[in-house]
T-cell receptor, first 112, second 117 residues
Framework: EDQVTQSPEALRLQEGESSSLNCSYT??????LFWYRQDPGKGPEFLFT???AGEEKEKERLKATLTKKESFLHITAPKPEDSATYLC?????????????FGEGTQLTVNP | NAGVMQNPRHLVRRRGQEARLRCSPM?????VYWYRQLPEEGLKFMVY????????ESGMPKERFSAEFPKEGPSILRIQQVVRGDSAAYFC???????????????FGSGTRLTVV
């Protein structure tokens, strides 16, 4: 069974204070690892897909990296508008259909 | 190009009533997925559908829950005889093809918040 564990559960940063969120996973053959952002009362918003160890993707202040066991979401010089819950999800080769297994998320708060 | 549309946004039902949640996928998307987010928990897969077919319902509770995606019209998640434990946010997502290929993941709707009183 695919499993995803995200840490920390919550993170509070000052504006401009860079940090990283962790996503540890176990999966039988990784098809893809996904990062989403979720704002209160809204649906998850897609950020990145990573397919193989060593891959990196960037978007504005966010950079996602992938190893064989974990992924990191690096946030450089965050702004208050980056405050949200960040979700990590995986799809394994043995998963029928297109089911994603999500972690419980990291709630990020960036103070001005 | 409208995104994934879910309605209603909020739904209140008394215990024992039926809840019907609707989802219209993005234009050009033929695959629909339903997820449930319980308070303080992560998103949990419920069911994966294509037009007129249920592909994977392994995440659906065995009783009271059903889903369909007819040839015409939105996908429907139906919960019969709701109980307090069904209170959650229900999200629908769509994709143009199965995830796992070189695409951009799902596109989620804004969800339906079901409250059972």
């Amino acid at each position: 069974e695919d499993q995803v564990t995200q840490s920390p559960e919550a993170l509070r940063l000052q504006e401009g204070e860079s940090s990283s969120l962790n996503c540890s996973y176990t999966v039988s053959g990784l098809r893809g690892l996904f990062w989403y952002r979720q704002d209160p009362g809204k649906g998850p918003e897609f950020l990145f897909t990573l397919y193989s160890a060593g891959e990196e993707k960037e978007k504005e202040r966010l950079k996602a990296t992938l190893t064989k066991k974990e992924s990191f979401l690096h946030i450089t010089a965050p702004k208050p508008e980056d405050s949200a819950t960040y979700l990590c999800a995986v799809q394994g080769e043995e998963t029928s259909g297109s089911r994603l297994t999500f972690g419980e998320g990291t709630q990020l708060t960036v103070n001005p | 190009n409208a995104g994934v549309m879910q309605n209603p946004r909020h739904l209140v039902r008394r215990r024992g009533q039926e809840a019907r949640l609707r989802c219209s996928p993005m234009k050009g998307h033929s695959h629909v997925y339903w997820y449930r987010q319980l308070p303080e928990e992560g998103l949990k897969f419920m069911v994966y559908l294509q037009k007129e077919n249920i592909i994977d319902e392994s995440g659906m509770p065995k009783e009271r829950f059903s889903a369909e995606f007819p040839k015409e019209g939105p996908s429907i998640l139906r919960i019969q005889q709701v109980v307090r434990g069904d209170s959650a946010a229900y999200f629908c997502a769509s994709s143009p093809q199965r995830t796992g290929g070189p695409i951009y993941g799902y596109t989620f709707g804004s969800g339906t918040r079901l409250t059972v009183v």
